[in-house]
Structures are given as C-alpha cells and as structure tokens.
C-alpha cells in the first residue's frame, strides 16, 4: 500500500481514537445519512422515466396487456386504479405496436365498422342487419367517448324494419348511456352536441327520437321533447340570463348593491307547425294565366243555328215573342233583333301574388314575462325614474303585446345583514392574520428553541473538551525532563502547587467574570508562571515525545504507589 494511502489511514485512526463516545456516534450517523442518501440519488438517477402505455382501458384489458408486458420481460408501473400502465419511455412504441397485434385493447364488443370485415358471404340477412346495427352503435359509442369529461358511453339504436305491407312507418329511436368521470357534469351543449351526433348518424331519426342518461340516473333528455333539462330547467336559464343583463347594466348605473331584480318568464311549451298563406296585387298590372271565350249566334228566320223558321224568346210569362218584337242586350250578352240572336261570352284567369310561409314553432318560446327592480332610495334619489324604466325594457326585451310588464320602485333597503356579513368578513379575515401570525411565531419559536438547544450542547461540549485538555495539560505539568535536564521532587512539587494555584485562580476570575460582567484582572505570578512551565513542557513533548510520555508514565506509577 503506498505510503501516503497508509499515513491517511493512520491520520484517520488517530483522529477517530480522540473522539468521544458522543463525537464517534455522531460520526456515524452522518456517514450513515449521506451512505443513504447516495444510495438514493444513485437509484434515482439510473431509475427508467415511465411514460403512459394505455389510460382509461378496462380491467380485462389490463390484464392482458400486463401478462404481454411480463411475457416481453418489461417492467410496468399501474396507476388509476389500474386503468393506466406505465412502462419506460424506450418501450412505449413497439410495445403498442405488439398490443395492437395482438387486438389490445378491445373495446368491449363494441368494434364499430370492424365488425363487418368478421363477416362472411354465408351471413343471413339478419346477422347482416344485427351486425350493420352493432357496428354504428359502436362507432356511436366510440366518439361520444372521445368527448372532454366522458368516461365510457353506450348506444343503442332501435330501428324499424322496413316493410311494404306496413302503411305508416315508425321512426327510428336511440338510447345513449353515459358515464363521466369523477365529478364532472355535462352542460347543456355537450348534451345537446350528443343528441346531434346520434340523430346524424341514423337515416330518419330527429333529434327528438333520442334519450339521454347518465350514470346517476338523471334524464338528461326525453324522448319526444328533445329538450335538454325540463322545463323548469329553461326558464331558470333564461331568467338567470335577462337578470344578469339588466342587472349589470343597473350595477353600472346605481352602483353595485344598490339594486336588486327579479324576473318571472313563462315559457311555452308546446311545439308544432304554423302555415300563413297571403295574397296580394300584382304591381305591375294583372297577368292573365289563362282566357278563353264563346259565341253563340242564330240568324234571322233560321230555326237554329243556321236554320230557318220563326224564332222568338220567352215573355215575362213565358209566352214566346215573336223576333220582330225582341229587344236588344249589349254586346258580351244576348243580342235579339231583326237580324236573330247573338250570345257572347268570355272567361278570364288573371295571376295573383301568393305567398305560402311554413314554419316549425319549438318548444320554449316566451310567452309572457316580468321584470321587478328595487332600487336603494338612498343611492338612486337623483335618478330619473322613466330612464331608468326604459333602459330595463330594452334589456330585458320586453314585448308589451304579448304582456310583458317592468315595475321599478324606490325603496330603502336593509343594511343590516350586509353590515353583519362585512363584520363577520372582517372578523374571519383578522382571525386568519392573527392564526397565520401566531403560525410564524410558533414557528419561529420552535426554530429558536432547537438552534438555542444546538448551542448550549455545542457549549457545554466544548467546555467538557476545554477541562479535559486542562487536565491532561495538568498533568503534563507533573512531569517534564530528556536525557540533559532532570527535575527533583521539590520542583515537581512546586509545579504541582503552580498548577493547583493557577486552577484556583483560573476558577476565581471565572466566578469573578460570571458575577460582574468587568474587565478581567491582571494574572498573578503564579499564573504566569505557571502558563510559562506549560509552554515548556508543550516544547519538550515536541522535541522528543517518546520520552515525555516515559517521564508521564513514570510520575503516575509515582502516584499510584504514593
């Protein structure tokens, strides 16, 4: 071993051996902590970053994918309840690749479209419709999955079949089961977004022909209806809109807390199908679509027409008149005369405009509402009231036709409760600043306490240490000599009283020091001397140590006899 790896070793040995039992225990648990603490940085520098493999699968999937995972020898992590496999980043992509080799994961039965390539050219016609159905149930399935908050969805779809001995067919229908995740709700427009998607998706089906339920049970739309919530449920919509309107305009107005609404709206909600048919002149003059005229004439002495004889028409009594007493008509009627008779007639069609208008009425048209505002008498009394009348109708969108009524009034309003709630507000806040305080003091109190405690060990350790070498440097005192230099008995006796001298007076301006906090005193010339006898002796132990500690030996075994 080389020469300098031993005096380090030996250097190490020494310095060990003066350790107390205390130091040596310290010692140890430091080279304990920072053993473990290596060995915890190294393991957490060599360990592998994980990355997600799957999230959100099913447990029998998971399953499968873990005995692939332990069959390839990869390590894999399972977090979500089992739902997402970890694996490190390396393995990610070809282990995805085996996964889907091996059809990892399934999607429950529901395979969409990839149903269809199962089938073979032996399939009945109704294993093709059973089939053709599951496979849009599934695509169904699969995209409302996709959507921000779904957990798991399920459609089923309720198809008439099609029949020419059926005079008036069914529509088709759909029920779509659907799970969130934990603590999230669908709005509205992802309920509706849902309804959409599954009525597109089927040939004939209206968006009122699909029903929607949740995992808690809650109808989130009827069949029939097609609305999204109750009624209840939209007209607390459409208040909540037309009082948040008016009253940020009058918070702008008045000021915030001044002001108070409250909408009422009736909704109807009944739904159906208006037809208006108008007819009006044409502007530029009548158009004739069609005309189409006759004549009718019998000459003179005929018995027809184009006959001869007497000819004559019946009297006020139906007694006939002879032709040459006939009288005559105007010209788009009968003419009688000498001539014979002449009837003329003509039809004409003239164009109009017309203008047919259909339109679908839903469900959730307002048919009546009101607006009642309050205004603080204190805050509003400069305000003109008709100004303020106006402004909540047109925010509010009042129609006065189908009576719709605004009422504003003055009135003083109760501080009582807000002076309540700000008090209590600030008492709460106050209690938060004095416990976030009275937190830091404890805090910082505990703090003190340990480093305090740290200090006082660290004193009384180095004063414990400080009277150890006192001693031992005492002792050394005791003895002192080489092979030129010996002292007798009667010196060592004198350094003995020295030393006890120099103790006493050490232990003297010590107390001194303690009770009075003043300038320490001059030493006295036992100290000095005393102090200059241990400066010699640290001399001599330098100079030959191997003989310093025979003299020290030699003086204790004096002692021990003594």
Do not use: C
Not at 86 to 108: F, I, K
């Amino acid at each position: 071993m080389p020469t300098a790896v031993q005096n380090s070793l030996a250097r190490m040995r020494a310095t060990m051996g003066g350790f107390s039992v205390a130091q040596k225990t310290i010692a140890v648990i430091l080279i304990a902590a920072l053993v473990l603490g290596t060995v915890a940085l190294v393991s957490w520098l060599t360990k592998p970053s994980y990355s997600p493999l799957f999230s959100g699968i099913e447990p029998a999937d998971a399953s499968a994918i873990v005995e692939q995972l332990k069959a390839d020898g990869v390590p894999y992590e399972l977090t979500a309840g089992g739902g997402t496999i970890l694996v490190p980043e390396e393995h990610v992509y070809q282990e995805r690749l085996t996964a889907a080799a091996a059809g990892l994961p399934s999607t429950g039965g529901q395979g969409g479209y990839s149903l269809l390539d199962t089938m073979g050219v032996t399939s009945s016609e109704f294993q093709q419709d059973v089939t053709y159905k599951r496979a849009i149930e599934g695509e169904l399935a699969k995209t409302i999955s996709a959507m921000d908050g779904v957990k798991t969805a399920t459609v089923q779809l309720a198809i008439p079949e099609e029949s020419v001995f059926v005079a008036e067919q069914k529509d088709p229908t759909a029920s779509v089961f659907v799970e969130t995740q934990g603590g999230v709700t669908l709005t509205s427009k992802q309920v509706q977004a849902i309804v959409n998607l599954t009525s597109a998706s089927v040939e004939g089906m209206a968006t009122t022909d699909v029903a929607v339920t949740d995992s808690t049970g809650a109808v989130l739309s009827q069949v029939g209806t097609g609305a999204v919530g109750g009624a209840g449920d939209q007209a607390s919509d459409y208040e909540s809109k037309v009082q948040t309107a008016v009253q940020t305009m009058l918070d702008k107005v008045v000021g915030p807390g001044k002001s108070s609404v409250i909408v009422a709206a009736d909704l109807d909600q009944s739904s159906g199908t208006k037809v208006t048919e108008s007819f009006a002149q044409p502007t530029s003059g009548p158009i004739a679509l069609n005309e189409s005229s006759t004549t009718e004439q019998y000459g003179a002495g005929s018995g027809g027409a184009g006959g001869t004889g007497a000819t004559g028409v019946l009297g006020p009594d139906n007694i006939a008149v002879p032709n040459g007493t006939g009288t005559g008509t105007d010209a788009a009627g009968t003419a009688t005369g000498d001539d014979g008779y002449v009837n003329e007639s003509a039809t004409k069609n003239n164009a109009v405009d017309k203008v047919t208008e259909t339109m679908s009425v839903p469900a959730g048209g307002v048919s009546r509402q009101t607006v009642s505002v309050a205004l603080d008498a204190n805050a509003a009394s400069g305000v003109n009231m008709q100004s303020i009348n106006d402004l909540v109708r047109n925010a509010a969108g009042i129609d006065t036709a189908r009576g719709d009524a605004v009422e504003v009034a003055l009135v003083d309003f109760d501080t009582e409760g807000a002076e309540a709630a700000k008090t209590a507000l600030a008492a709460a806040d106050a209690a938060a600043a004095s416990e976030a305080m009275w937190g830091t003091i404890r805090t910082v109190g505990i703090v003190a306490l340990i480093v305090i405690a740290l200090i006082v060990g660290l004193v009384v350790f180095a004063k414990k240490n400080k009277r150890h070498d006192r001693e031992d440097v005492d002792l050394g005192e005791l003895a002192a000599g080489n092979a030129a230099q010996t002292w007798d008995a009667t010196m060592r006796l004198d350094l003995d009283d020295a030393g006890a001298a120099s103790r006493r007076q050490l232990l003297a301006d010590e107390a001194a020091t303690v009770a009075l906090p003043v300038a320490a005193p001059e030493p006295s010339p036992e100290y000095v001397s005393a102090e200059r006898r241990r400066a010699e002796i640290d001399a001599l132990a330098e100079r030959d140590p191997e003989k310093t500690a025979e003299l020290l030996r030699g003086l204790m075994d004096e002692r021990v006899q003594s």
